[in-house]
C-alpha cells in the first residue's frame, strides 16, 4: 500500500478525555466536568478529573508521537477553558496552554488539526438552554473567532464540531451523554442549531484565517443496512442512514434535512428562519469522516422507533460491542463522494477497543488492533484508488482515556496508560503503525 507523499499521518484525541485538570488556572466547568460528577452516569463513578493529565504531559505525549512518526495530530480544544463562562471574558493561561501546544506540535514537524468544540459545553451556557437556544450558535462563532484570531496563523486545518449527531441524539435525545436529556424537541433544536453554529464559525473563519487554511466538520458515519430484503427491512435502514449519515450533510451541501427523518418526526421537526439553510450551506474545504462500524436493522413493531439492531454473529466484535468491518470504511468514503461531490476527505478517527493488559514484561501485546488497523488502512488505500480524494488517516485513539460514559474500561489507544501512576506504554499496534508510517517515506 502506498499512500500520496503529502498523506497526513495521524492519531486523534478530544480535551476532556484526556486532559484532566478541568478547573485548573481559571478554567470554567463543562457539562462533561459537571455529568461525571452526577452519580450514575458514568461506569465506576469515573470522571475527567485526572485522565491521562496532559494537561501537565503534553511535552512527553508530543515526544510519544514523534516516537509513533506522526506527522499529524488531532485535539480539541476545552472551550471553558479559554472561555471559562463560554462568552465574555478570557482565560489567558488556558489559552496560552494550546498556543505552546500548536507552537510544540509545529516545532516537532507535527501538523495540528483543532476541533473547536469536541462535546464539553461550558456548564454556564447548558444553564441558558445550552444548544436548545439559538443564542448557543452565536456563542460558538464568537468562541470560534477567538481561536481563529489566536492561533490561525499557526494551525492549518480546524474542525468545528465533532459528531454533532451524538450531540444531539445521545446529549439531548437519549441522555447516555451529558448534557442527559431525553426532549425530543430540544434534540431537534439542537441539531439545527448545531449545523447554524457550525457555519457561522466558518463564516468568521473566512474572516480571520489566512487563506492557505482549511476548515470542515466531523460526523459520525457508517453504513446502515438491512437485515433483509424485506419491504420493512429496507425502509427502516433508509431511515437510518438518512437520520445518521444525511442529517447533518445534507443541510450543508443541499440546504434541506433529508425528508424521511422529517416525516417521520413530524411536529419536532427544527423550525429554521428564513435564511436559516442558506447560512448553513456556507461552503466548507473538507469533511472528517469518524468510521467505526455499520449498523444491520431489521423492522421491530415492539420498539418505540420501530427497529432493532441485528447482532452479526461469527463477526469478531470490539469490547464496546461494534463489529469489525473494514469494507464500511470503504463504503462510506465512496458514499459520500459520490454523493457530495470532489470534496477533499480525512478518517478523523477510527479505531477499536480491545482488552489490553501489559505482560510480566511490561509490554502490551495487542494484535487485533493490529490486524484492526491493517484492514482499515487496506479499505481507505482501496478508496483512494478509486478515486476518492482522501487527505490523512488519524487514528482514535493517541493513547487510552476516559471514554465518556464507559469512564476508563474501554481502551482505544496505541499507547497503554496505567492511569494509576499515568505511565505510557507502546503497544505493538503502535509500533506496527509508526513501522507503516516510516514505510511510506521511503
Known sequence: MQFPSDFLWGAATAAYQIEGSPLADGAGASIWHRFSHTPGTILNGDNGDVACDHYRRWHEDIEWMRRLGLNAYRFSTAWGRVLPCGRGAV???????????????????????????????PAELQDHGGWANRDCAK???????????????????????????????????????????????????????????????????????????????????????????????????????????RYFLDPIFRGEYPETVINFIGEFAPKAAPDDMQIIQTPIDFIGVNYYTRSVVAYDASDPIGSRSVYQEGKLHTEMGWEVYPE???????????????????????????????????????????????????????????????????????????????????????????FETQQRTMKSSGRWYAHFIAQQRR
Not at 470532489?342 to 509490554?363: K, M
Request: with cysteine.
Open 328 to 418: 464500511g470504511l470503504y463504503e462510506i468514503l465512496r458514499w459520500v463522494h459520490d454523493e457530495y461531490g470532489a470534496i477533499p476527505l480525512y478518517i478523523t478517527e477510527n479505531g477499536a477497543a480491545f482488552r489490553d493488559e501489559p505482560n510480566a514484561q511490561g509490554e502490551v501485546d495487542d494484535p487485533l488492533r493490529v490486524e484492526y488497523l491493517k484492514a482499515h488502512l487496506e479499505q481507505a488505500h482501496r478508496a483512494l484508488q478509486d478515486g476518492v480524494p482522501l487527505k490523512g488517516y488519524f487514528y482514535w485513539s493517541l493513547m487510552d482515556n476516559f471514554e465518556w460514559a464507559f469512564g476508563y474500561s474501554k481502551r482505544f489507544g496505541l499507547l497503554y496508560v496505567d
Open 139 to 245: 456563542w460558538f462563532a464568537d468562541y470560534a473567532c477567538l481561536m481563529f484570531r489566536e492561533l490561525g496563523d499557526r494551525a492549518p486545518l480546524w474542525a468545528t464540531i465533532n459528531e454533532p449527531w451524538v450531540v444531539m441524539a445521545l446529549g439531548y435525545l437519549w441522555g447516555q451523554h451529558a448534557p442527559g436529556m431525553r426532549d425530543i424537541g430540544a434534540a431537534a433544536k439542537a441539531g439545527h442549531h448545531l449545523l447554524l453554529g457550525h457555519a457561522k464559525a466558518v463564516q468568521a473563519f473566512r474572516a480571520e484565517a489566512p487563506p492557505n487554511a482549511k476548515i470542515g466538520i466531523v460526523p459520525n458515519l457508517g453504513p446502515q443496512q438491512p437485515a433483509s430484503d424485506s419491504p420493512q427491512d429496507q425502509l427502516v435502514a433508509a431511515l437510518w442512514h438518512g437520520f445518521i449519515n
Open 91 to 121: 482565560n489567558q493561561k488556558g489559552l496560552d496552554f494550546y498556543k505552546r501546544l500548536v507552537d510544540a506540535l509545529l516545532h516537532a514537524g507535527i501538523t495540528p488539526m483543532i476541533t473547536l468544540y469536541h462535546w464539553d459545553l
